[in-house]
């Protein structure tokens, strides 16, 4: 892994960990094992971390959906489980990463530099998710069932990152929501 890479790792950890006020070049070079000053030499300014950290999450969002290009689905209830099954997916072995996305997420709210990044990993996975529902019949409103799902997938992993409920059934949740759509 490269240095960079490290000091990336590092970020998204301190992010899971302590949210975006804990993401310092400092913090970061002490949880990565890092000699001093790492941290800003690949990323110079708070800003800069803060926008690497997203795209650096980003790029690993990217990795998943290109996954679910892969999958069939044949009805809602395929939908339900697939896109179930990447929330599970999110708070189980992704925890660290769901975390740290959702702080950033949150902080894109209001900071403008944060903005873009987290707008475009939510078009790839409304792309995602639109090609998903054509492909299981749903003919209307697509793209804008699409980002209902995301958002709604969204605010459950938030809603489980901060309360954790441990009866907590994703796919029965993206099920209720597919139901929801009349599909």
């Not at 302590?18 to 110079?44: E, I, K």
């Not at 708070?91 to 997420?105: N, Q």
Request: without cysteine.
């Amino acid at each position: 892994m490269s240095r960079r890479d490290q000091v990336l790792e590092a970020a998204i950890g301190v992010t899971a960990a302590g949210g975006v006020r804990a993401l310092t070049h400092g913090n970061v070079d002490r949880a990565g094992g890092l000699p001093n000053g790492t941290t800003s030499n690949y990323f110079r300014s708070r800003t800069a971390l803060l926008v690497g950290t997203l795209e650096r999450l980003g790029e690993g969002m990217a990795a998943v959906i290109g996954d679910l290009g892969t999958v069939t689905v044949r009805n809602a209830s395929d939908v339900a489980q697939v896109l179930g099954a990447n929330l599970g997916a999110a708070l189980g072995p992704g925890r660290v990463a769901a975390g740290a996305l959702a702080a950033l997420f949150t902080e894109a709210a209001v900071d403008p530099s944060l903005r873009e990044v987290a707008a475009r990993t939510n078009r790839l996975w409304a792309s995602a998710i639109a090609d998903m529902l054509r492909a299981a019949g749903v003919t209307d409103d697509v793209e804008m069932k699409a980002r209902y799902l995301l958002s709604y997938g969204n605010g459950l992993v938030v809603d489980q990152l901060a309360l954790h409920d441990d009866d907590f059934d994703p796919v029965a949740a993206m099920a209720a929501a597919m139901r929801g759509f009349g599909s």
